[in-house]
């Protein structure tokens, strides 16, 4: 465990502050003028990337590769300004995917200066979800520091004006389809009984028992039930890992195919959905009531990202989608940032930042997509040259070929792997032969 | 004249503020889907480079394009704060070419956007010198909106450690010699004959009148004084043009030549130098006295940029160069930096901003240089592919391939209009070709 000073504003000079990113060494493996493999970190502390990325220190061997992983600033331990980094606009408005691409290219500058044998390695990029996005782009902002990119599950097509909003829904309802053919039906059916029950009292009661919820919930908090639920629906299809995992909750092996299982096998609708909920929160058993005001992942800041530049438009409409019609609403959504963080979104920055659909000038990047996964509705699923290269595994939910290798992997995953792994190898020939 | 609005900072949500940035349009030859010709601002108003930049114009007939030059911020009218930009670190900090990259980004889309016509139009980039380099930067990190670039005189590799600092002191010694062979010994020899005479009160007052200056010489100006000769031959090397222009002053054709006509014609070596100080700042003869406190170019905002993010070393050893040894002096500058804006420079980040000197993931990138400028010894000299193209320009100073054309230009900047001409042709056709 490493920290590096790095600026807190790379692009300006009006805020000299700097803080220290840490970021994880492995060089068990490393041979001299072996490649580094460095993850992207996202949304969370890096030793829960550590953890659930497998891929990096699995292929390591046989490139010789030291491994980095390095953390996102403003997430786990790299807070620009400590417990204060929180407090306003004006201490969390450094909270950039921009900002920590420079963080990372400062960082793989300074260990090709100072690590030993580390001169002339190669780097490569890895990273999963929005840790694949940081990884394509950096490969496309700063591609003289980084030789290539495996980008897993990065969704860089999901902005506004370049992927329709509804295609999440689609890939959702598709892999409850796949996991039981009645289940969306039933998923669909449940919003009017829901939406009924919140209508009186006694519908309240029965819900807040029915779900085991913390708060007794009133008539005000239907919208945040029914948020609540598309949205776990929508994460257990992202989490539908062949095996049991712990990526963002314990679960058990398909959890999509246990909660349709519970879905389709209750005679109530209600019953049925209220079950497969309380498998999300409450696989382990510990979990005393249902919080349906926690967010499910990244916490605050990334909230607060969702609330700036990574507008990732999601919507529904009911009838192609086993959700409620739930259409986007970006000034509703705005008003809703505004009220929150004071700050307003720029939803067409990051498209202007980050090319759009208009990638063809990139070189040497690797988009894998797990078709169960929702989130591969704006990722990149068609190879656009020969240097960057679509993979869809079949039967695989978010980023599984980054996991760890566990027996249950589909074979789509393990072959995934290796024509990685064989892509990795050529373009480390390529760097070698253009002697950089 | 039209202005638009654009972020402050682009790059964080800790500043909201917006300000109107001005760009010019002329549209007398578009046609419908027609290429957009895109001036990047440099550092200065810009009319002025509408003024000295005719290949546009000249080259928007042959391809129906729409011609836009748009003013980099912090300079003519584009003020982020009024009067109060210059004010401090607060207010000036924003003042950086990744910004000013981003504005442009933001204006391309939006033109592209409104721009009647302009919807699938392929935007080229256009630039001399600082903008030269964000010619060749926007290509480089914003591909998607900019189908190519023509960067001429862009310094790209004048960053520390990428390019010898004395290289710059080699090619203007070099445009001397060519201009006269006795010239850069002469030059060289002044040197000493000026230090002898700061020494003395008479030789104060000798130097003062000899150069008439604006203010009476004290020994502690010396350095000041060197400083200003110095550049006033790299200056003169960087403005040699073939004929009479008023680039950064009004000089007669081939001012090298004339400047060592007058010192080697001259008996006493301080009366030539003198006589070619003169004939730079007094050609019209309208200059009362000459002022060695002003700067040559660029400005304020300029020095701020040279003080932050383009640090650009330039040194001389006067063994192979005909200037005094000045070596480069980080801490020195930094020092002085500090003083006068309260920042100090981050030396080595448009090297990891800009991708040093491995750029060859880049693409559609003209590079043109002058043989006579000496900023031509931090420019692409060599082709690095079949998209990275170098042209080297025999007899031409600082980009004098965008000048407009004249009777005087020799035949390789000739050669080098129509080369360019032709390679943004074949651009435009593989961007048709590509649909995009």
């Not at 990096?56 to 400590?82: D, K, N, T, W």
Request: with cysteine.
């Amino acid at each position: 465990i490493v920290f590096y000073p790095t600026q807190v504003d790379h692009f300006s000079f009006a805020n000299p502050d700097t803080f220290l990113l840490r970021y994880l060494v492995n060089d068990t493996y490393f041979k001299d003028g072996g490649p580094i493999f460095f993850y992207t970190g996202n949304e969370g502390d890096i030793e829960g990337f550590v953890k659930n990325t497998g891929l990096l220190m699995e292929m390591a061997p046989r490139f010789g590769a030291m491994v980095i992983f390095a953390e996102h600033r403003y997430y786990g331990q790299s807070m620009p300004y400590g417990e204060e980094s929180f407090k306003d606009p004006a201490h969390l408005g450094y909270l950039t995917s921009t900002q920590a691409l420079a963080d990372f290219a400062v960082l793989i500058t300074r260990l090709r200066k100072t690590a030993s044998g580390a001169a002339n390695s190669p780097v490569f990029a890895f990273g999963g979800s929005y840790g694949g996005m940081l990884a394509a782009w950096i490969r496309m902002k700063y591609p003289h520091l980084v030789a290539g990119s495996l980008a897993s599950a990065a969704s860089i097509f999901q902005y506004p004006g370049i992927t329709d909003c509804e295609a999440y829904s689609h890939v959702a309802t598709r892999t409850f389809q796949r996991s039981a053919a009645g289940c969306p039906g039933r998923i669909r059916s449940s919003w009017d009984i829901i939406d009924d029950l919140g209508k009186t009292g006694a519908g309240l009661q029965n819900l807040t028992s029915m779900f085991r919820l913390c708060e007794r919930l009133t008539a005000d908090d239907m919208p945040a039930l029914v948020d609540w639920l598309v949205n776990l629906w929508m994460i257990y299809a992202l989490i539908d890992y062949p095996y049991p995992a712990n990526f963002l909750t314990p679960l058990p092996a398909w959890p999509v195919k246990e909660a349709c299982h519970l879905i389709v096998s209750n005679e109530d609708v209600l019953s049925g959905v209220a079950a497969a909920a309380k498998l999300y929160f409450n696989y382990t058993g510990q979990t005393a009531c249902l919080d349906i005001s926690k967010p499910y992942y990244g916490g605050l800041a990334w909230q607060y990202q969702a609330c700036t530049e990574q507008i990732e438009p999601i919507c529904s409409d009911g009838v192609n989608d086993m959700f409620p019609a739930i259409p986007w609403d970006l000034s509703a959504f705005s008003e809703a940032c505004y009220e929150r963080w004071k700050v307003r979104p720029r939803p067409h920055w990051a498209v202007t930042e980050y090319w759009g659909r208009n990638i063809s000038a990139a070189s040497n990047i690797i988009f894998s997509n797990g078709d169960l996964d929702p989130w591969s509705a704006g990722c990149v699923l068609k190879s656009l040259s020969d240097s960057l290269v679509a993979i869809v595994m079949e039967d695989a939910a978010h980023h599984l070929d980054l996991r760890p290798s566990n027996p249950a992997d589909p074979p789509s995953v393990i072959k995934a792997r290796a024509q990685e792994a064989d892509i990795i190898e050529k373009w480390i020939q390529e760097y070698r032969a253009a002697g950089l």
